[in-house]
C-alpha cells in the first residue's frame, strides 16, 4: 500500500477563497483522521471519522471548516472563506480498529493563505 | 487521556544511544504510552507502545517503570536520521475508547555528527 495519501503537498490561495483539502486513507482502516499543525499550537485533532461517520468534530475551528468522507477510500477537509490564520500544516491519518493499532499519517498540505 | 511531561529538547552523538525520558504521574491502569516521531516537514510515525512491559521493536525499546509513572524510549544507535521531535502519548485503548492521539510539545531530538 502507497500509505496515506494527501493532496496537494501545497496549497497557496488569497484571504476569502475555498480550498479544498483531500486524503486517500490505507485501504481497509476504518478510521480517519484529521490534524492541523501550526508552530503556536502544535498538532491538534480537528475531527475524526470511524467507517465514514464523523464520531467527534469539536475540534474544528469554525463553521468555516467542514469535512466529509463520502466513501472508505476518501475524505476532504474544506475551508470556505479561507482566512490567512488558517495557514498550516494539515495533516490526515488512518488507522485500523483494535487493540494496540497505530495511525499512520499522511505527509501534510502545507496550506498558506495571503 | 493522562497529560504527559517531556524535555523541550535533547542532543545525543550519532551511534549513540539516545535515551528520551517521558512523565505521566497520572496514568491510569488501562491507558498505553505511546511514542510517535515527526521529522522534518514528514506527517508523525509511530514507533513503539507498551502497557507495563518493556517493549522491543526494529526502531527502539520502550522502558516503563514498575510504577507506570514514566517511561524512556531508547533509540540504541543514533543516526542523523533519527534527528526529530518524539512524542511520548498516553492514551486508553478499549472497544469504547476515543481513537484519536492528542499529542503535546515533545522533545526536540538533535542527532550530532
Known amino acids: 500500500d502507497a500509505g496515506v495519501i494527501q493532496s496537494p503537498r501545497h496549497e497557496v490561495t488569497e484571504m476569502g477563497q475555498e480550498v479544498t483539502l483531500r486524503c486517500k486513507p490505507i485501504?481497509?482502516?476504518?478510521?480517519l483522521f484529521w490534524y492541523r499543525q501550526t508552530m503556536m499550537r502544535g498538532l491538534e485533532l480537528l475531527i475524526y471519522?470511524?467507517?465514514?461517520?464523523?464520531?467527534?468534530d469539536s475540534g474544528m475551528p469554525e463553521d468555516r471548516f467542514s469535512a466529509k468522507m463520502p466513501n472508505a477510500s476518501f475524505s476532504t477537509l474544506k475551508i470556505q472563506p479561507s482566512e490567512p490564520r488558517d495557514s498550516a500544516v494539515y495533516f490526515c491519518?488512518?488507522?485500523?480498529f483494535g487493540y494496540g493499532t497505530e495511525a499512520f499519517f499522511g505527509q501534510g498540505t502545507r496550506l498558506t493563505v495571503v | 487521556d493522562a497529560k504527559t511531561t517531556q524535555p523541550t529538547s535533547m542532543d545525543c552523538a550519532e551511534g549513540r544511544a539516545a535515551n528520551l525520558p517521558c512523565n505521566h504521574s497520572?496514568?491510569?491502569?488501562?491507558?498505553?504510552v505511546y511514542w510517535y516521531r515527526q521529522i522534518h516537514s514528514q506527517g508523525p510515525q509511530y514507533i513503539i507502545h507498551?502497557?507495563?512491559n518493556n517493549e522491543t521493536n526494529e526502531m527502539a525499546s520502550l522502558i516503563i517503570t514498575e510504577d507506570r509513572k514514566s517511561s524512556t524510549l531508547i533509540l540504541p544507535h543514533a543516526t542523523l536520521r533519527d534527528t526529530a521531535v518524539y512524542y511520548c502519548?498516553?492514551?486508553?485503548?478499549?472497544?469504547?475508547?476515543?481513537?484519536?492521539?492528542?499529542f503535546g510539545s515533545g522533545t526536540q531530538l538533535t542527532v550530532l555528527p
Open positions: 491519518a488512518s488507522s485500523l
Open positions: 485501504s481497509g482502516h476504518d478510521y
Open positions: 471519522f470511524n467507517n465514514n461517520v464523523p464520531i467527534d
Open positions: 497520572t496514568i491510569s491502569g488501562n491507558e498505553y
Open positions: 507498551g502497557l507495563k
Open positions: 502519548i498516553v492514551r486508553v485503548l478499549s472497544s469504547g475508547s476515543a481513537r484519536q492521539l492528542t
